[in-house]
């Protein structure tokens, strides 16, 4: 009865990790450029405060 139970998890959890997949590669420039401006907003207040 649990291995059963295992099995749909087991398949639940690769499902979902597809769908992430899916998600990340559908907005993967999304993702991207939003983590370029996450690194590049405080290295050019950096630069800002030593100049």
Known sequence: M??????????????NHTEFLTFC???KKAIFISGYFALLIPTLQLVFQIF
């Open 25 to 27: 590669h559908r907005y």
């Open 2 to 15: 649990g291995n059963l139970k295992e099995k749909s998890h087991i398949s639940n959890l690769i499902q």
